[in-house]
């Protein structure tokens, strides 16, 4: 049986993922697709649809296009109330 990534993993996954989407190329960053493609499969492998972190919500998208398969938008009230979203805003 797999291992589920843990609410660490991806709370760490989130903050490489954005500090690197904010200094990068992006798309055109190697170092963003790995963490893009590493933040994309801990979500997938957790039992949750989606993640939310500083007030954004992190979906896996698997019709994306390279360097869009994480879709970022702020959480709404729903996303917060899902149970199948993690949400690592809460202590």
Request: glycine share 6%; net charge negative.
């Amino acid at each position: 049986m797999a291992r589920t990534p843990d609410r660490a993993l991806l709370s760490r996954l989130v903050d490489a993922y954005d500090r690197i989407a904010e200094e990068s190329l992006g798309m055109g960053d190697p170092e963003f697709h790995e963490i893009e493609d590493q933040l994309f499969d801990a979500i997938v492998e957790s039992p949750y649809r989606a993640v939310i972190k500083n007030g954004n919500i992190y979906i896996p998208d698997p019709n994306g296009s390279p360097g869009e398969i994480i879709v970022v938008d702020p959480a709404e009230s729903e996303d917060v109330d899902d149970p199948r979203v993690l949400d690592l805003d809460e202590d």
